[in-house]
């Protein structure tokens, strides 16, 4: 299951159990393509949604909001004529996965040619079910309820499933239940460590291409990497930054802007000084202009140089922000590096 296989393959993965840094699944799986062979894809299971490109992040308590994992979906794969999909995340390697038209989902393990149940979510309340993994933390499972609503920071779900586990091998380490909710999957679990309880919440996801995540009033700047290498012959680097502004509450946000500049970014150096400004060559017309946010995505493209000449090797930050009559009321920013060589 994903957390005997992410959080438990065995006991003596400490360090697994107190950071994000996991045990190797053993051998990396091998697989097969091939372009010529139709690939039967089973129905995903409701509580478990295998499809290419979805992926779900978590928030850890113990690590606080801005911490977590991220766990990914790739292309589906050919095992012997059954179609898997890779499952990225959690665990050092990846693991085969599908999802039964029953509700069961099962991994597929080439060193052993066999499969392996990690949930049956077609069973009833009180239903058991001993997962099949390979570390000694895992006790058996029970789907302990339905459809009880849980609330998350990615929202707040009602169609839901709760495993629950008794204990295992391991007196410190285990999984105490997991909640599932319909269309999108794993939501919660709640797990004991040697570093004491722990508690991983939903906080985004992406699922069937559609994005689910908690309502609310957010600014941010994101930029396409961390770090940037001028070209040859003195080309420059060229930085690619987004800037969202976005209000998903159900409380409107009316706002006016002194002409129809909506935002402004800058680049400043390790002194502190601005080497860029977004607006410096542009004009914008003195026309008030009031929007109601909903959500706003600004791109730019901003090669990392001043008068023609690449921008010395050093740290940078990159800030943006809403242009209102209270300048930098809504504003991000996030620091970047240029260095000399190769990448």
């Known amino acids: 299951m994903l957390n005997r296989i992410w959080f438990h393959r065995a006991a003596a993965c400490a360090l697994a159990l107190t950071s994000l840094s996991l045990c190797a ?7 097969s393509r091939s372009g010529e062979v139709s690939l039967a894809v089973e129905a995903s299971a409701r509580f478990f949604p295998l499809a290419e490109g979805n ?3 978590y928030n850890i308590d113990r690590f606080g909001p801005e911490e977590g994992v991220t766990v990914s979906v790739g292309a589906p794969v050919e095992m012997h004529g059954v179609a898997y999909f890779p499952v990225r995340g959690f665990a050092a ?4 996965l599908r999802a039964d038209a029953n509700g069961r989902v099962l991994q597929y393990i080439a060193e052993e040619g066999r499969e392996a149940l990690w949930y049956d979510f077609s069973l009833p309340i009180g239903g058991t079910w001993t997962p099949q993994t390979p570390d000694d933390c895992t006790g058996p499972a029970t789907i302990g309820a339905r459809n009880e609503t849980a609330s998350l920071p990615a929202g707040v779900f009602r169609e839901t499933v709760t495993v629950e586990y008794g204990p295992g091998g391991c007196a410190d380490a285990g999984i105490g239940e997991e909640v599932f909710a319909a269309g999108i999957g794993l939501v919660r679990r709640t797990e004991t460590t040697i570093a004491g309880p722990r508690t991983m919440q939903l906080a985004r996801a992406r699922v069937g291409g559609r994005t689910i995540e908690s309502a609310g009033l957010s600014f941010s700047v994101k930029i396409d990497r961390p770090s940037y290498v001028h070209g040859a012959n003195g080309v420059a680097a060229t930085l690619h930054a987004s800037v969202t502004a976005e209000n998903s509450s159900d409380i409107p946000l009316a706002l006016t ?3 129809p500049q909506l935002f402004d970014l800058s680049i400043r150096n390790e002194k502190g000084e601005t080497v860029y400004t977004w607006s410096a060559d542009k004009l914008f017309p003195a026309v008030v202009t009031d929007i109601t946010l909903g959500r706003r995505v600004f791109e730019v493209e901003i090669p990392l140089e ?3 000449r690449p921008l010395p090797d050093g740290m940078y930050v990159v800030e943006a922000w809403m242009v209102q009559p209270r300048e930098k009321l809504y504003s991000g920013s996030v620091p970047f590096m240029i260095r000399s060589g190769t990448e």
């Open 55 to 57: 992926s779900w992040t």
């Open 25 to 31: 699944l053993g051998q990396r799986i091998g697989r």
């Open 306 to 308: 001043i008068s023609g």
């Open 93 to 96: 390697d990846e693991a085969l």
């Open 257 to 259: 802007f002194p002409s």
